[in-house]
């Protein structure tokens, strides 16, 4: 039996997803430091992109690895211990880069969109 | 730890606890202080994710925050490689970096043979089937049942044996081939699924 479009853009979603996640994680991080939760909740409000929360951690903990970001701990007003993660100066200067591969990608995939 | 996430209701207490167990379980091969730090940050995403959900019981809350997390396979188990996969690299010891390898050497072999016994699987189907359908031309074509105790598929009549249930091969060939088709189908898609 053959897929009909919906499962195939359920079977695409993900890859394209996951591809996209660092980058808007890096992104976020940019604009100041932020604990795993409110991540989650941020991307879901900004990019109506649905991922199961867990599945930030092993992404932040590669971003930690690779240097792009380092993590505090910090107690929460009420409380609660919380892991702030904060972009690195190398962070910054990979994310340009990888601003600009995405400018480039996304005017060359416009213009084919646009074309067909 | 479960006095810096209060959680009041007893029910609430319960499924805590039972998730921090869970917890515990799939991070265990982790050195201590790696241990304590995942565990902490996943419970405190719980938590935050819990006092900030709709459902007025904080059992219910609590359930809400756990699903909305993911199954531990989707995070727990690449997290957990990916840090023992870092520690090893970075102490430098070859035992540990071979048998961090030997893991994923592991993992391609279960895949490899997965692959193997499912291609037999399917041609074996696919045999079955042809000879369904040439059993209506060559009635000689079907399972051969030796003297001796043993069974064969043959094209050709066997020597010292006799054919079994001749005049419903067919049927029954087209039955099988097409029943573990379906059944084969349906496994790998699950394991597929699963990866």
């Not at chain 1, 604009?31 to 991540?39: P, S």
């Not at chain 2, 006095?3 to 805590?16: G, R, S, V, Y």
């Not at chain 2, 007025?56 to 997290?79: D, S």
Request: hydrophobic letters at 40%; glycine letters at 4%; charged letters at 20%.
């Amino acid at each position: 039996m053959n897929p009909n479009s919906e499962e195939i853009i359920n079977r695409w979603m993900p890859q394209f997803r996951k591809g996209l996640l660092e980058f808007i994680i890096l992104l976020k991080l940019q604009q100041g430091e932020i604990y795993g939760y409110e991540l989650a909740v941020e991307i879901k409000k900004l990019t109506s992109i649905e991922v199961a929360e867990g599945t930030l951690y092993p992404l932040l903990n590669r971003l930690k690895r690779d240097r792009l970001v380092i993590s505090e701990w910090k107690t929460a007003e009420i409380g609660t211990p919380r892991k702030y993660y904060q972009i690195t100066e190398f962070g910054i200067e990979t994310l340009t880069k990888m601003k600009q591969v995405w400018t480039n990608t996304h005017s060359s995939i416009l213009n084919m969109v646009m074309q067909s | 730890m479960n006095q810096q996430f209060p959680i009041q209701n007893e029910l609430a207490k319960k499924i805590w606890n039972h998730f921090e167990k869970e917890l515990d379980h799939k991070i265990k091969n982790l050195p201590n202080d790696e241990r304590y730090d995942v565990k902490l940050e996943i419970l405190s995403h719980l938590y935050d994710s819990s006092i900030n959900d709709e459902a007025e019981k904080e059992e219910n809350r609590i359930i809400n925050a756990i699903e909305r997390l993911g199954t531990p396979e989707e995070y727990l188990t690449p997290l957990v490689s990916d840090i023992l996969l870092n520690l090893r690299t970075k102490s430098g010891n070859p035992l540990a970096i071979a048998k961090s390898l030997s893991k994923n050497i592991q993992k391609s072999l279960v895949q490899t043979l997965t692959t193997i016994v499912f291609g037999v699987l399917y041609l074996f189907i696919i045999m079955i089937f042809i000879m369904s359908i040439t059993h209506l031309f060559n009635p000689e074509v079907g399972l051969w049942i030796h003297h001796s105790g043993g069974i064969s598929l043959s094209f050709e009549t066997q020597d010292s044996s006799y054919q079994w249930l001749p005049k419903w091969f067919t049927l029954i060939g087209l039955s099988v081939s097409v029943g573990c088709y379906l059944l084969l189908n349906n496994l790998l898609y699950r394991l597929l699924k699963q990866n």
